[in-house]
């Protein structure tokens, strides 16, 4: 479904984001890029998304190259996701959910039909559909972010650290729901953490990252018991506590 081949951003002369980059997306997989601050995990979503363009290499999404005269189109078959899901302040939350079906001039009665069958999907209280994202809390406004993402039915969805501001209780019941709702919807999923228990809880496929490379993908089993490099094995260490808590 997507293919980066040979791809490097650079933000800066001493910055370089992502490092010759190689990686396929299978369809129907959940793909977690996991890593330190700083290892490039956030930009390779934003080079899939169009909204950044590689240096040098080529990014693809069915064969289609994403360029800055087909990003647009090719948005339409993704959701993107960021951390307090990115809301407009001054819109509601169905002004938020429904833009772009609105842009794309839907349908009254099938916006609403859509819009019901989200806030189904995501456990979102429909007497909480006009409301403002400063009335919202933290866990709710990351529903509505998601809600947001899948208005268009797309085929990839790509989150970017969705939980990571949330307080542990909270985090835990989306991650629940989350892992429910991308079984529910066979969508193809690339999220991006740095929490290795989210990691474990999410992946089929896991890819380390460190500088702007890939270290190792794999399964957790395979990173746990065949480290690529000492990164790999001082990363998990370091995350220990967390990984135990997921296994059990």
Do not use: C
Not at 76 to 94: A, C, D, N, T, W
Not at 124 to 136: I, M, N, T
């Amino acid at each position: 479904m997507i293919e980066l081949r040979g791809v490097s951003k650079t933000y800066s002369s001493t910055v370089e984001a992502v490092q010759s980059f190689n990686l396929k997306i299978e369809p129907g997989q959940t793909t977690v890029l996991i890593g330190p601050s700083g290892s490039g995990k956030s930009t390779l979503l934003r080079l899939i998304i169009g909204l950044v363009r590689p240096e040098r290499g080529h990014v693809y999404f069915y064969g289609t190259e994403v360029l800055p005269h087909t990003a647009l189109s090719l948005r339409k078959k993704m959701g993107y996701v960021i951390q307090e899901g990115g809301l407009f302040p001054h819109l509601s939350v169905r002004g938020n959910v429904t833009l772009m079906a609105r842009y794309h001039k839907w349908e009254g009665a099938k916006v609403d039909k859509r819009l019901h069958e989200l806030a189904d999907i995501t456990r979102f209280p429909l007497d909480g559909l006009d409301r403002f994202p400063a009335q919202l809390s933290g866990g709710q406004r990351q529903r509505v972010g998601l809600m947001r993402a899948l208005m268009l039915d797309p085929h990839v969805l790509l989150l970017d650290e969705p939980l990571g501001a949330l307080d542990p209780m909270i985090r835990a019941e989306l991650q629940e729901d989350l892992k429910r709702i991308f079984q529910t919807l066979n969508k193809t999923v690339i999220l991006v953490t740095h929490d290795m228990g989210e990691a474990a809880f999410f992946g089929e496929l896991i890819v380390l990252l460190h500088k702007g490379r890939i270290i190792q993908t794999g399964t957790l089993k395979e990173l746990l018991q065949s480290p690529a490099e000492p990164f790999v094995s001082h990363f998990i260490n370091a995350r220990r506590t967390l990984l135990f808590d997921v296994m059990g």
